[in-house]
Nanobody, 125 residues
């Protein structure tokens, strides 16, 4: 099992940017794919972005494509989500996730076995 801790959330105006970080600890020797999901009250957790262990493959939800960038630094056991041109509808709790199975193009929550506690992102209009 790997432990995940997110940071970098906060309040930003529409059009602004934020960078989320997710630090992994524990069994980091396993090759994990990493992902970001988000959730708003009353809605299911939705996929945002994912990256393979090597970083060679990345996938994004259509709603964030061209605005968000996922990256990772395996030497630091950290994955990032750079969010530009933020919209009020990007407001959500953002969760980092890790999984050891092969990364599919649009992974679901069930493809990930470890989750962080979440970090709030609020975009004001």
């Amino acid at each position: 099992q790997v432990q995940l801790v997110e940071s970098g959330g906060g309040l930003v105006q529409a059009g602004g940017s934020l960078r989320l970080s997710c630090a992994a600890s524990g069994r980091t020797s396993i090759s994990y794919k990493m992902g970001w999901f988000r959730q708003t009250p009353g809605k299911e957790r939705e996929f945002v972005a994912a990256i393979s262990w090597s970083g060679g493959r990345t996938y994004y939800a259509d709603s964030v494509k061209g605005r968000f960038t996922i990256s990772r630094d395996n030497g630091k056991n950290t994955v990032y989500l750079r969010m530009n041109s933020l919209h009020p509808e990007d407001t959500a709790v953002y969760y980092c996730a890790a999984g050891s199975s092969f990364l599919q193009p649009i992974p679901g929550s069930a493809d990930f076995s470890s989750w962080g506690q979440g970090t709030q992102v609020t975009v004001s209009s």
